[in-house]
Structure formats: structure tokens, C-alpha cells
């Protein structure tokens, strides 16, 4: 699944919870959208850092990079307060405890932020491979 489909995932089954029993749909995209971010940013870091393709030098002075790389950090500032609150709704399920669910609502807003990020992400990278922007030193 691919990233912008497993936040889309995410977001879906959070606004579609209506009680304990839709968990199981919010934490399985919750596990993609996870796994989906951890290999874009591992994998991104090996082509920036890892000698792979054009290397830092390139990247870092590549303002579409940069535009890219604030978008990332706004997905991860908007993913805090999520992640940590589907880590104490699992833990509350594990104990049989009822999570409190009221803001499931504001996590599927953030969802939607979150993918519109995604696209800018994309458009950025696509430029990049494109040569817009491209710096000329």
C-alpha cells in the first residue's frame, strides 16, 4: 500500500469508528500508514546520505528538496499526537479497558492534512527528477 493510500486508509476508518469494535480496521491502516512512512523515510535518507544517486551535495541545495523536507516535518508534527494516542488505545484494548474515542474526528482532519502534504511531497520530487528549480552551480 502506498503511502498516500494508507494515510487515506487511516483517515477512512477513523472517521468510519463508532465504537470498540472498528479498532481492529483503525489500528491495521494505522500499521500500513507505519510501515509505509518508515521505508519512505529510510529509503530517502539512503539516497540523500547513502552515496546512491546524486548524493547530499545535490539535495541539500535544491530548493525543491527543501520544500519537500518541510512538508515532511509537518506530517510528523501533525503525527505526534495521533500516534500517541492509537499507542494508549491499544494499550487500553490489550487491558480490556474502553479507549476513549471522542477524538478520533480531529485525527481524520489530520489525516487529510497529512495527505495533502503527501501530494506536495510528490510534486516536489517530481520536479526535482524533472529539473525544475534545479540549481545552476
Not at 486508509?9 to 491502516?29: C, I, M, P
Request: aromatic share 8%; no cysteine.
Amino acid at each position: 500500500m502506498g503511502s498516500r493510500a494508507s494515510i487515506i486508509a487511516r483517515t477512512r476508518a477513523l472517521r468510519r469508528l463508532s465504537g470498540q469494535a472498528d479498532l481492529s480496521r483503525v489500528f491495521l491502516a494505522d500499521n500500513g500508514w507505519g510501515v509505509t512512512a518508515v521505508i519512505l523515510i529510510v529509503t530517502g535518507l539512503m539516497r540523500v546520505f547513502g552515496g546512491l544517486e546524486k548524493g547530499a551535495d545535490y539535495y541539500l541545495h535544491e530548493p525543491l528538496f527543501h520544500i519537500k523536507m518541510a512538508a515532511l516535518v509537518l506530517i510528523l508534527i501533525l503525527e505526534v499526537a495521533p500516534m500517541m494516542t492509537l499507542i494508549r488505545w491499544r494499550i487500553a484494548e490489550r487491558k480490556g479497558d474502553t479507549p476513549d474515542l471522542s477524538r478520533a474526528g480531529r485525527f481524520a482532519r489530520i489525516g487529510h492534512w497529512q495527505s495533502i502534504l503527501l501530494v506536495v511531497m510528490v510534486f516536489a520530487a517530481s520536479g526535482m527528477a524533472r529539473g525544475v528549480g534545479a540549481s545552476t552551480s
